[in-house]
T-cell receptor, first 115, second 111 residues
Framework: GESVGLHLPTLSVQEGDNSIINCAYS??????FIWYKQESGKGPQFIID?????DKRQGQRVTVLLNKTVKHLSLQIAATQPGDSAVYFCAERRFSSGSARQLTFGSGTQLTVLP | EAQVTQNPRYLITVTGKKLTVTCSQNMNHEYMSWYRQDPGLGLRQIYYSMNVEVTDKGDVPEGYKVSRKEKRNFPLILESPSPNQTSLYFC??????????FGPGTRLTVL
């Protein structure tokens, strides 16, 4: 079946370095993608989103890149800080078997920032 | 403060004992949703609601019920909980099916 997946379950980076978290999706009909951050003991928190008619979107210290040719999504975090340590999820919006479009989440990547 | 609240945050119960997890949002969002989160499986949608009195199944609806009698509330009901429903549950709301705002989670253990 179709699913959103992540290339790596864990990622460790040095404080101050840039982080890149990757995500693959398989449904070419998906029109909207979101990155969420989930800290231990908390609910997912919105980071940044991108629509399928865009290739790149920037936020504060974060950039999302969308490559529709290879169905790949990435989240780049600049100057990674200890507070960035968390699990990061990508999610895609696609039509479900019902008529409403829903979000489907990947299994997450654990980012650990090393001092 | 804009938020999604869930109660209880932690619950230990026994097989077959009906329970309800409440969810409330104060952002006047039309869309609300319930997810469960299990290790290695990520977030899976249980049920969602596009508006009052409009609900539909997500990816894993078996064993769950929901209702949407008011716009702000979206309770999750387990009529006869089983151990395989032990999980971390999240409620979320949004204006549409775009950015969803999540509650703090409810950790449920069914013995």
């Amino acid at each position: 079946g179709e699913s959103v997946g992540l290339h790596l379950p864990t990622l460790s980076v040095q404080e101050g370095d840039n982080s890149i978290i990757n995500c693959a999706y398989s449904n070419s009909a998906s029109d909207y993608f979101i990155w969420y951050k989930q800290e231990s003991g908390k609910g997912p928190q919105f980071i940044i989103d991108i629509r399928s008619n865009m290739d790149k979107r920037q936020g504060q210290r974060v950039t999302v890149l969308l490559n529709k040719t290879v169905k790949h999504l990435s989240l780049q975090i600049a100057a990674t800080q200890p507070g960035d340590s968390a699990v990061y999820f990508c999610a895609e919006r696609r039509f479900s078997s019902g008529s409403a479009r829903q979000l489907t989440f990947g299994s997450g990547t654990q980012l650990t920032v090393l001092p | 403060e804009a938020q999604v609240t869930q109660n209880p945050r932690y619950l230990i119960t026994v097989t077959g004992k009906k329970l309800t997890v409440t969810c409330s949002q104060n952002m006047n969002h039309e869309y609300m949703s319930w997810y469960r989160q299990d290790p290695g499986l990520g977030l899976r949608q249980i049920y969602y609601s596009m508006n009052v009195e409009v609900t539909d199944k997500g990816d894993v609806p078996e064993g769950y019920k929901v209702s949407r009698k008011e716009k702000r509330n979206f309770p999750l009901i387990l009529e006869s909980p089983s151990p395989n429903q032990t999980s971390l549950y999240f409620c979320a709301s949004s204006r549409g099916t775009d950015t969803q705002y999540f509650g703090p989670g409810t950790r449920l253990t069914v013995l």
